[in-house]
């Protein structure tokens, strides 16, 4: 059972400290989208958001994502499903057929995959690219050096729209510093597609930060949803 009036009571303290940040950092608030991570929850929860006035849910995981996808396609107009888990080239064209956006493209190969992408109707497939702060790759994301070189291959595929970057900052890192990379490598890759401005940064214990330094799209779970049950 999913405790209406608390989750309820997060969810208007998160949105009142993203306005307050905003302020702090001279933004308007109105700029900043909260997509509210809601993997491994169940369905009863996404609903409770959705008339709570969510419209933008995170998930991390395929087939769990998917079945979530339908589910939040229903539940009416402007609801909508971001992906932002590590994704695997054969599960990627499945993804992207329902997803409205994955964020998480960070190789050339879920690049082609994705080039040959049918979807419904003929607006192509929002993307940002994730990028590796530290360098270790094996938890997702482009190395910084090769993040405009994806970009220019995101942009010359016409099923695929970049719209950004995206980033999770290092464990223990200077949120601060990790932040301002990511809008450094933003300026970077507008570069070359000057309308990818989204900056998909900041999760339920460095949201603040990220707002400081231009994040457009938090993800934030736990601050939200209360502790994830473990993983299916
Ligand atoms: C789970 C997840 C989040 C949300 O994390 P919280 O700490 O619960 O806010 C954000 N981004 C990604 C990529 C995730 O996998």
Redesign the pocket.
Known sequence: MVDRQALVERLDSIRAQVADAARAASRDPEDITTIV?T?YHPLELVEALFEAGVRDF?E?RHPESRDKAAHIHALGDGARLHF??QLQRNKARQVGRYADAIHSIDRSELVQALATLEREGTEPLDVALQLSLDGDTSRGGVPLDQAVALAEEVAATPTLRLRGVMA?APIGADTDAAFATVRETSERVRTVVPDADWISAG???DFRSAISQGATHL?????ITGNRPTAP
């Open positions: 991570v993997k995170g991390n932002i888990g999770v999760m339920s214990h993800r934030i779970g736990t601050a």
